[in-house]
């Protein structure tokens, strides 16, 4: 084993990020390290390379971000035993206090005091990264690489879209970021019916396009709202999945709802905003998810059985390879709007 | 049969009411016919009497209001064989179309093409009212008329409570209005573990306090959020139910509700408000329903069983009765913000 | 209007039937007449034509059966809206009495008073049926006929399978007739990630393959209980859809379904069995469904968006197709095992 | 810390129990070492002692069994952080592997390699239990020691009537043993509208009556079926929990469920029996469930939240106290079937 290692450092409290060599993280025993093949961009990285408001508030440098990858486990401590040297694993980064009332009554996902690796801990930018055994996920070896290495923004989609029924039902995507993208998939692969997908930029709606989305619609263009109601004989789409954190297009989608249908909401709205909770909610009798996370670990067994069997096509989301030295090119190819996800892969080697 | 009977009519398009003479009304053959026992008065009719702007928009005078009742029947039209003259009556006064989706689908509480007996059609504030037969409900002898006659509103307190599960959580309910003490009864008598009662009127936390809620608390000069956050260990209650409208009584719910708790919304806010989604909803994990009507017609049998068993006292919330001939000063009660329920008695006599 | 019409008549309580001439049924105010284009037939006719213990319990002759079918509107009475003349349509026959528990709670399928057309009342096998406007579907004109003459036992597929989650899970289908046929296009549409088709006899597996079950296995000879195991690393299958109603099939279903799975059982074993209520169903944390018809509507709305969007190919299980007068040939190839699904033509012409 | 303390031992594979010292149990690192307090017999415990078949097949001597208790923290292990010295405690005794696929999904009380204290390792009926710290449940200080010596069959209630709707439902409750009688307390805090008891033991139905169940039948001698049936207007119960595992129990309990009703059952039949599958599950559209254990840990913050809030009367279920080391006399009162729940205290001094 090496001491040290290739990785992506946002070394102080400023914009950027710098490649650098870091040690090599130092196990315990209930730890599992990880030799990252293939690692992926999440808009939360931009978030921190940008040094936004958000990240200012969160991030407590020096730090290795990245929270999406897969790679092959190289050591284990002594206390492991649900993987060894040698497995393919991506892993859950959200790390659960496991002691909280939502953590003992199988919430997980939203537990009180969460730690997420790649934010609040050094993650996957790297190549190597230290995660606890609980948290390892083991990857069918029929699932490719790339796909493996997305599984934690698949398992957004997949959370999202089964957090209630979709199998023959009619249902909006709105916003077409790598998720939104991954929504179409799922969707269609669990029997929506017809899916509508919402998107202003041009590139993304190609690519929902190319997801096979039923209707691909620009709502700063077409009229989203008629178009809707005449194709589902005015009632609205049973489903709304809210990708987009936009105030517009969250209080569009709840307008194009039908009475009694589910909003599942993921999109995070970048402060408070004006909703009309009365003709939207209460006399529509809609039901409204707030979404976090991926389910611990119900949401990682739907995404195996889905991949397993092939029933999800995400190539068109996977627009850019490139080494993982090259991060910055990364971060601008992501800010000209014309990326979704970019893989990145520490030992320079682009292989699909 | 009389050919005219007492009744409260909306004349015009203009504030009040008149106590007048009108004719009986005439049934078809899938209508029954009611004598009015015992009346009971919504906040809606105060809109309706005051002619605000959602009166302005609705109503088309003349009309006699009255959507909560009781009473028996008199006459029934040639199909109907649900219920025979005699029967103790009530009724609930959504009338579905019975052929939208909703309406096909179970949800025929949220039908596209609703109409409301004693705001669509005329009502109940008279001594006999028309009522369709899908919509009788025959009640239990052993429920006494005054329970009888706020079915309606009792009906929206057991849907919102019963949305979700209530045994053995902690429930705040926003707002105690009638429908809100109400809820507290309910929420009680279905194992509730612990119910805040918040409520800034004076008069209305002393009736919490009758309806034996565990805590009242006046959100204008308690603070709320940290006495709920110490009582609950720092989670936060699992259910809130929303019954006030207030914006900021809503904030405040969502601020106190636990992460994966449930927000029921039935409380209508009179124009769009500010929320905070990512915080109170989203990354909350929270699960909101906006609540409407009853459910047709599983809420009425819920409140049949439970008023049957003698589970639920509703005598606190009751703090009028009057001849029907005097519903102005009803309305003047009500307006003191000192009232609570109150019940009207067409033939003049009031008997509990 | 004709005054007769060709139709399939069991004409005493006696095994067989006749093809007659009948009188075209007279519509009362709230029925629909409707001229059958194709009709199907259903094991239950079968029964009926075999004149077994069943059928001596439950029909009295002179019936005309048959309760699959679709056709169009020739006359509605009076009080009819929800279709007129030329509409392309089928019904659910399952008569609800709209007045019990169930009807008012939205469980009309198992309504405490039902009626079956074709059944306790002159069915389909006509060129003319009488359908009440309540239980009339309307198909959407981009579902071709034959599969609109199905729509019943699809709907018992698609309530089944669709009775709990399925995207992303294991399931095994337990007998194929032409519903578990049904079964497995349904299943796989809406994203089961592995499809486990069980059934004995040749013909059928067949068509089980070509439905694209992902395993098809023969309980006679493979050692389904292993299979299955090893497939799923010692966990069972997630669901298994119960439609043979055979014992010993019903027994290794519960054997191969997972700790807190779910068994949804539709297939009607002719007298009591033995079951192994500890290992089976409580040690197991199992979940058990009864299935009976369809929901009222439901599942019509689930069927109808399925098929509109393309994704059920039903054709592998429509073996036959014959003249309405070639009924007698149809019950003698539904005896030989070899066919499935045998579709009926009252005006004689063949047409998919 | 004693080297020694008293125990129960099972010492060899036969009938019988002896009182003994015993070493106390050294912990580990993630384990806690309790202090009994009070401790409570099974009829678990019952097999155990008179070495059954199925004791016979599942108990490896020598044990001590013993799986109710609370008592008092008086070591922990360095990793341990949940409780501390001192703190009062009781603890579910299935202990779950943790990394199976139920344990992953929330479902770890049907755990694949659930290992039981007090059954395949040493439990409470001694001085000391070790028990690891995942497993700990701490008290709520309002709690008495009695009813927290009890949690395990509390939850066993708990779980079974929380499964599905009771709030306003009928229930039937099917055999009158201790878990049994909690069901009583249980469904009437949680709203309950009638209870109705049956048992065919007197004793046990007294106390049914003393746990104030709303009609307390014997099936030896009253005409249930009729009586339920009368009572609910011919539709049956909303819901029926069988306690009992006895096979014409379990058919009576089936036969008075209504059409779409639950049939929760936790007793255990002692082998396969014969079931009318159609008629009373498949036609009924009945909803079956097995139920198994408690939730971990849903159903413990149930019991605490019901327990707290003074929620459960479980006096009429403790009939005999005794100290620990009178054991034996205490399976002499069990089988008397004159007593339901024996409370053991290891110091020999009895104190509510």
Redesign the interface.
């Known amino acids: 084993m090496p001491e040290t290692m290739l990785a992506i450092v946002k070394p102080e409290a400023a914009p950027g990020a710098d490649v650098r060599q870091m040690p090599v993280p130092q196990i315990g025993p209930d730890d599992v390290l990880v030799k990252v093949k293939v690692a992926s961009v999440c808009g939360t990285d931009l978030h921190i390379y940008n040094w936004d408001q958000w990240a200012q508030n969160r991030i407590k440098p020096p730090l290795i971000p990245g929270h999406e990858f897969c790679g092959n486990v190289v050591a284990v401590g002594k206390n492991v ?2 993987v060894k040297e040698g497995d393919f694993v991506s892993a859950e980064m959200h790390v659960a206090c496991g ?4 953590c ?4 997980a ?2 537990c ?1 005091h969460v730690k997420i690796i790649g934010v609040d801990a050094n993650g996957a930018f790297a190549e190597f990264v230290k995660i606890p055994e609980s948290n390892i996920w083991k990857i069918d070896p029929g699932i490719p690489a790339d796909y493996a290495s997305v599984l934690d923004p698949l398992g957004n989609a ?1 959370h999202t879209v ?1 957090a209630g ?6 249902v909006a995507i709105i916003g077409c970021g790598p998720i939104g993208l991954f929504c179409i998939a799922v969707a269609r ?3 929506a ?2 899916v509508y997908a919402l998107e202003i930029n041009d590139h993304r709606r190609k690519l929902a396009t190319k997801m096979k989305a ?1 209707h691909v619609l620009n709502p700063a263009k077409d009229n989203v709202y008629e178009q809707v109601m005449d194709a589902t004989g ?2 609205g789409v049973d489903v709304i999945l809210e990708m987009s ?1 936009h105030p517009d297009a ?1 209080r569009l989608g709840f307008k194009i709802l ?3 249908g589910r909003a599942s ?14 003709n939207d ?12 996370g991926r ?4 949401t ?4 195996n ?2 991949l ?2 092939g ?1 999800l096509d995400l190539d068109p989301v996977i627009t850019d390879r490139m080494p993982m030295a090259d991060f910055s090119k990364g971060m601008d190819r992501l800010r000209t709007g014309e990326s979704s996800k970019i893989l990145l892969y520490p030992n320079g080697t682009i292989s699909k």
Request: glycine residues 10%; proline residues 3%.
């Open positions: 035993t649900a002691k909280c009332y939502q003992r009554t199988g919430e996902h939203i009180q997949v089964l029924e979709i199998a023959a039902k009619t692969a669990c029997g019916s017809e039923d005015g009632t954190g969250i039908r009475l009694g909401l993921l999109g995070i709205p970048s402060k408070p905003m004006e909703l009309n909770l009365a909610i209460i006399f529509k009798g809609a039901l409204v998810q707030g979404i976090n389910l611990m670990y119900k990682w067994f739907q995404m059985a889905l397993k069997a029933k």
